[in-house]
């Protein structure tokens, strides 16, 4: 009767001594070993988590810009093209000295040609810029200098013309080729290329 009253209290203690260690492990948190796991797997999360974030902002920022170049630059190229559309007399020819990204032929780096007003207009790229002169009838002697219709923030690395006339009586097509990018060097590989064909509404017939 006494041994089995030994056992009871032996398995007593156990248990008391067991709900004891865990009590002690519970109030003592984590060990160094522990923390410096969970704060290596942390700095790790953190890290590729600002790497995301700061490539996606980077990415949203390109887009924007191009899409504020295409904006730009479609509109200097719809209104180059209405002008176009109401010219006549289109004569083509190269830079001198040649742009960073000559054209190829037959292309051409400058057009000009008579508008509506009977003055005499030249487009071409002025310093990364596409520029637009005009001059009267009598010539461009003291005539207004060019002028920029393109962004100062936008790189026009490219512009040529083409003009095909398959007979004297048929209306000039002219086709144009634009390349613009962004004058930062950090972006000079984002580029968009554009290009569009305009067809003259005045026949050489009329002007003769």
Do not use: H, W
């Given at each position: 009767m006494r041994k089995?009253?030994?056992?009871?209290?032996?398995?007593?203690?156990?248990?008391?001594?067991?709900?004891?260690?865990?009590?002690?492990?519970?109030?003592?948190?984590?060990?160094?070993?522990?923390?410096?796991?969970a704060m290596g797997v942390f700095l790790i999360a953190i890290t590729l988590a600002i790497g995301v974030f700061v490539q996606a902002l980077k990415t949203q920022r390109i887009v924007n810009y191009l899409m504020s170049v295409n904006s730009n630059a479609s509109i200097?190229?719809?209104?180059?093209a209405r002008e176009l559309r109401?010219?006549?007399?289109?004569s083509l020819s190269e830079l001198d000295?040649?742009?960073?990204?000559?054209?190829?032929?037959?292309?051409?780096?400058?057009?000009?040609?008579k508008n509506s007003n009977s003055k005499l207009v030249t487009y071409d790229i002025e310093n990364g810029v596409l520029a637009r002169q005009e001059c009267d009838s009598a010539g461009c002697a003291g005539a207004e200098p060019f002028m920029a219709i393109t962004a100062s923030n936008i790189l026009v690395s490219r512009l040529c013309f083409t003009k095909t006339q398959p007979t004297s009586n048929d209306p000039w097509r002219i086709s144009i080729f634009l390349t613009v990018g962004s004058p930062n060097p950090d972006l000079a590989?984002?580029?968009?290329?554009?290009e569009t064909t305009v067809s003259s509404r005045i026949l050489p017939q009329d002007v003769q």
């Open positions: 089995l009253t030994d056992n009871k209290q032996l398995i007593t203690n156990n248990k008391r001594y067991r709900l004891s260690f865990i009590s002690y492990r519970s109030r003592a948190g984590f060990t160094i070993v522990e923390l410096i796991v200097a190229l719809e209104g180059l109401t010219g006549y007399a289109f000295p040649p742009p960073p990204n000559p054209c190829l032929n037959p292309q051409f780096d400058r057009i000009s040609f590989t984002n580029v968009l290329n554009l």
